[in-house]
């Protein structure tokens, strides 16, 4: 009889180990993916902007398209100064000629990057496309961190957690009161 306890502590511990270490990976290929199909949205909404913005007045035409709060588009000139953006005032941000996705768009005619953004304070996925003009066009979407969704799925697994446990102590007294009693008359 006193293995019970030890068989019952084993078996718990094992599905908690597993069931973490499921929804951490289960997590971690959303979060992949979801950075993925993040991208190529961006990637085809700024060849759309580009494609239908006119050779004027570019700055009226980007402020006049609805964005969701997620999303942000600078114009930036070949100088890497900041024509327009969609969420700061553009005459008092920085230069961008240094940002990897924009020295990358003047190159090579496409730039992406993936960091924390000092303006939002959040992860953010930066694609940016040379125009015709010589200007950029970058478009980015922020999201919250891997961290940050780790933290909103505690709670969920918390309940799972607690539902097995009460599972696994119904269980084990069940096979304490059916199951152990006849192992023992053999």
Not at 12 to 34: D, G, K, Q, R
Not at 49 to 65: K, T
Request: aromatic content about 10%.
């Amino acid at each position: 009889m006193k293995k019970t306890p030890t068989l019952f502590k084993t078996i718990l511990l094992t599905i908690t180990i597993v069931l973490l270490a499921s929804i951490a990976l289960f997590t971690y290929v959303l979060y992949s993916s979801f950075t993925g199909n993040v991208l190529q949205d961006l990637k085809q909404d700024a060849y759309l902007i580009c494609a239908s913005m006119p050779n004027d007045n570019e700055e009226d035409y980007l402020s006049s398209l609805e964005l969701s709060d997620e999303t942000r588009i600078t114009w930036i000139d070949q100088n890497g100064t900041v024509l327009y953006d969609s969420k700061k005032d553009a005459s008092k941000m920085e230069n961008h000629a240094s940002r990897p996705e924009v020295r990358e768009a003047f190159l090579n005619g496409e730039g992406e990057s993936i960091r924390k953004s000092t303006t939002l304070s959040k992860q953010t996925i930066y694609y940016a496309v040379s125009a015709d003009n010589n200007k950029v066009l970058r478009i980015s979407r922020s999201y919250d961190s891997l961290f940050i969704l780790m933290l909103r799925l505690a709670s969920p697994v918390l309940w799972v957690l607690i539902f097995g446990l009460i599972a696994s102590i119904i269980l084990k007294n069940w096979v304490n009161k059916y199951y152990i009693p006849h192992v023992n008359e053999v």
